[in-house]
């Protein structure tokens, strides 16, 4: 069941280690277009490509971005590991995702653009809305997760040497071996 982010001063509901963000804003008149072309091009953007794991903030689950009421208006949801306050920090500490952050949202009302950082507190925090509920299907920090594929594909090469037989065959193995038959 999802929970208040214990310690946090910003809304946002929490499962496990995983807390969740979400901003719905409107887009500035006549820019839909615009925007959903920023959209496209941020998609072929190093860090942010589909399968492309090497992003600025290293805490971050996913994110979306969702243009919905006839590109008028832009929800940018997210999920990461820990509180909201310690997400805000790598954010805002971080100059390629402040840079993505503004390529999309200058299309945006209210937006007044970089480098004023606390004129860009504001609006996310004027945008944000908390999660009537959160959910995830699978546990584990963004860090536990890469490791735990690490860890797998070192397995897979186990398996594949062919010497493996023999090891394999040692009772200590066998709860390996159960979960690599799934």
């Known amino acids: 069941m999802a929970a208040s982010v214990a310690g946090s001063s910003e809304p946002g509901l929490s499962v496990g280690p995983t807390s969740e963000f979400s901003l719905f804003v409107h887009v500035k008149p006549g820019q839909g277009p615009s925007l959903r072309s920023a959209l496209v091009d941020l998609q072929d953007t190093p860090g942010y490509r589909p399968g492309d794991y090497d992003m600025a903030v290293q805490t971050i689950h996913e994110a979306r971005f969702v243009l919905f009421?006839?590109?008028?208006?832009?929800?940018?949801?997210?999920?990461?590991?820990?509180?909201?306050?310690?997400?805000?920090?790598?954010?805002?500490?971080?100059?390629?995702?402040?840079?993505?952050?503004?390529?999309?949202?200058?299309?945006?009302?209210?937006?007044?653009?970089?480098?004023?950082?606390?004129?860009?507190?504001?609006?996310?925090?004027?945008?944000?809305?908390?999660?009537?509920?959160?959910?995830?299907?699978?546990?584990?920090?963004?860090?536990?997760?890469?490791?735990?594929?690490r860890v797998n594909a070192a397995f897979q090469q186990v398996l594949d040497h062919p010497n493996a037989a023999e090891l394999l065959k040692h009772p200590a193995m066998q709860a390996l071996l159960d979960e690599a038959g799934d």
Do not use: H
């Open 69 to 149: 009421d006839d590109d008028t208006r832009l929800a940018f949801i997210t999920s990461f590991d820990g509180p909201w306050d310690a997400y805000m920090e790598d954010f805002f500490s971080s100059g390629p995702t402040l840079t993505l952050f503004d390529v999309i949202f200058r299309y945006t009302e209210g937006y007044d653009g970089l480098p004023d950082v606390g004129a860009l507190k504001a609006f996310i925090l004027d945008a944000e809305q908390m999660a009537a509920a959160y959910a995830r299907n699978y546990g584990g920090t963004v860090i536990e997760i890469r490791k735990a594929q």
